[in-house]
């Protein structure tokens, strides 16, 4: 019997709602039967906690006395330039920004390099920070200069506010060439010595819900440690690619735009991160609940790694040159295994993403749902997604699993 979301926040008000994480769901599944398991379980809870580049935050400072338009002028905070091109106090940092004129980073030689990332932790961990601003000066907003100290309580807001999250699979990075490579997925050693991936696999919010069903614009989620919100798809949003039977996309998919009050988060779920030899970014921490609203979405909630794969890419070639062509496909219970087998070669993993993060994000989100202090948000519209007649497997796999019950 299909359930609603409002009924699922009658139980989570009253205390009887029955909440696993993505993990704990697969076993218990295992027990009770897909169909047993849909009535009893009412939300699964995901995670994952990786470097997300194309996030940010905006802020308002607040007016000084006399006013300074920084709009259209220039300002940096830790030496880091934000975007000035809104209104006279509001601005911009983004993720992977960096010292216009100091990329080694002379105020922080510990951390190469410093950037927005390491910014956005700063101000979340209550660190006052250097900011400096040039106006053009107005009749309205004479000041020409700022030259102070600000932290996050001095701002009117402070706003995480993330393009493209949660990337629902990526590649396998490889490096065929002779020489060591320093990309996005860390250092690749030659001739294919280490291969990295990123993602949290079965417990990823995006490879639980594949074909979006219960997430979309309004959806209330975990982020950076505090609750923050689900506002669209995702900058390079691609649901049309090949899939596995279970809707699980072999190759990077769907994506997720999301927002968040700052001043409720923490470093410990925002971290700034340097790249040798690439840059800066910021990982973020990003859990999301699924509502169990019926068979079918508790189905693709029984995601396991065995049941994911994801392309094994060469990046000394394909990213250069723009052509991403695949070496071949592995699952994520390989690459979790500790070793791939590209080319009749072992070759040695490591995630970019934290596992064990993650988890930690999914029972945090379960304990906060169970406990009453987090309810379910029904999406206002949907995002896009793919084609339904994957739906048809689901409807194979249910007639299938009826039949054993």
Same mark, same amino acid.
């Given at each position: 019997m299909a359930k609603t979301i409002e009924e699922i926040n009658e139980k989570i008000k009253k205390g009887t709602v029955v909440v696993l994480d993505a993990e704990e769901i697969i076993e218990f599944v295992e027990n009770k039967g897909l169909k047993q398991a849909a009535e009893k379980v009412d939300v699964v809870t995901t995670g994952t906690f990786a470097p997300m580049c194309s996030s940010g935050a905006y802020f308002n400072l607040g007016h000084t006395n006399p006013r300074i338009k920084l709009g259209g002028g220039y300002v940096t905070l830790n030496e880091i330039p934000a975007?000035?091109?809104? &209104?006279?106090? $509001?601005?911009?940092?983004? &993720?992977?920004? /960096?010292?216009?004129? $100091?990329? =080694?980073? =002379?105020?922080?030689?510990g951390r190469f390099p410093y950037g927005g990332g390491h910014l956005i932790e700063d101000l979340v961990s209550g660190k006052d920070v250097h900011l400096t601003a040039w106006g053009y000066g107005t009749d309205c907003y004479p000041r020409g200069k700022l030259d102070t100290w600000i932290n996050l309580? $001095?701002?009117?807001? &402070?706003?995480l506010f993330n393009i493209r999250n949660c990337y629902q699979n990526y590649n396998v990075a490889v490096n065929l060439s002779d =020489?060591? /490579?320093?990309?996005?997925?860390?250092?690749?050693?030659?001739k294919m010595r280490n291969a990295t991936y990123s993602s949290a696999g079965q417990l990823s919010p995006l490879l639980n819900d594949p074909l979006y069903k219960t997430i979309g614009l309004g959806t209330r989620i975990f982020l950076g440690g505090g609750v923050g919100y689900v506002v669209g798809s995702g900058t390079q949003h691609n649901p049309t690619v090949p899939r596995t039977e279970r809707g699980v996309p072999r190759t990077g998919a769907g994506t997720l735009a999301v927002k968040g009050d700052l001043k409720q988060m923490s470093p410990r779920w925002l971290r700034g991160a340097s790249f040798t030899g690439y840059g800066a970014t910021l990982a973020v921490g990003v859990g999301i609940p699924i509502p169990i609203v019926d068979e079918e979405i508790l189905f693709y909630a029984t995601v396991r790694d065995e049941d994911i794969v994801a392309q094994v890419v060469d990046y000394s070639n394909a990213y250069p040159n723009c052509v991403p062509e695949s070496i071949c496909e592995v699952s994520y219970a390989e690459l979790k295994s500790g070793e791939i087998t590209v080319k009749g070669r072992k070759v040695p993993t490591a995630a970019l993403s934290s596992y064990a993060r993650a988890?930690? /994000? &999914?029972?945090i989100l379960k304990d906060s749902i169970k406990e009453g202090r987090f309810f379910l948000t029904k999406p206002v519209e949907p995002i896009p997604s793919a084609d339904s007649e994957i739906e048809f497997k689901f409807l194979k796999e249910r007639t299938k699993t009826s039949e054993n019950e």
């Amino acid at each position: 019997m299909a359930k609603t979301i409002e009924e699922i926040n009658e139980k989570i008000k009253k205390g009887t709602v029955v909440v696993l994480d993505a993990e704990e769901i697969i076993e218990f599944v295992e027990n009770k039967g897909l169909k047993q398991a849909a009535e009893k379980v009412d939300v699964v809870t995901t995670g994952t906690f990786a470097p997300m580049c194309s996030s940010g935050a905006y802020f308002n400072l607040g007016h000084t006395n006399p006013r300074i338009k920084l709009g259209g002028g220039y300002v940096t905070l830790n030496e880091i330039p934000a975007y000035t091109g809104l &209104a006279a106090v $509001d601005l911009f940092v983004g &993720a992977t920004a /960096i010292p216009e004129n $100091d990329p =080694r980073n =002379r105020l922080y030689p510990g951390r190469f390099p410093y950037g927005g990332g390491h910014l956005i932790e700063d101000l979340v961990s209550g660190k006052d920070v250097h900011l400096t601003a040039w106006g053009y000066g107005t009749d309205c907003y004479p000041r020409g200069k700022l030259d102070t100290w600000i932290n996050l309580n $001095d701002m009117n807001e &402070a706003v995480l506010f993330n393009i493209r999250n949660c990337y629902q699979n990526y590649n396998v990075a490889v490096n065929l060439s002779d =020489r060591t /490579i320093y990309t996005y997925m860390g250092v690749l050693q030659p001739k294919m010595r280490n291969a990295t991936y990123s993602s949290a696999g079965q417990l990823s919010p995006l490879l639980n819900d594949p074909l979006y069903k219960t997430i979309g614009l309004g959806t209330r989620i975990f982020l950076g440690g505090g609750v923050g919100y689900v506002v669209g798809s995702g900058t390079q949003h691609n649901p049309t690619v090949p899939r596995t039977e279970r809707g699980v996309p072999r190759t990077g998919a769907g994506t997720l735009a999301v927002k968040g009050d700052l001043k409720q988060m923490s470093p410990r779920w925002l971290r700034g991160a340097s790249f040798t030899g690439y840059g800066a970014t910021l990982a973020v921490g990003v859990g999301i609940p699924i509502p169990i609203v019926d068979e079918e979405i508790l189905f693709y909630a029984t995601v396991r790694d065995e049941d994911i794969v994801a392309q094994v890419v060469d990046y000394s070639n394909a990213y250069p040159n723009c052509v991403p062509e695949s070496i071949c496909e592995v699952s994520y219970a390989e690459l979790k295994s500790g070793e791939i087998t590209v080319k009749g070669r072992k070759v040695p993993t490591a995630a970019l993403s934290s596992y064990a993060r993650a988890k930690e /994000i &999914a029972t945090i989100l379960k304990d906060s749902i169970k406990e009453g202090r987090f309810f379910l948000t029904k999406p206002v519209e949907p995002i896009p997604s793919a084609d339904s007649e994957i739906e048809f497997k689901f409807l194979k796999e249910r007639t299938k699993t009826s039949e054993n019950e």
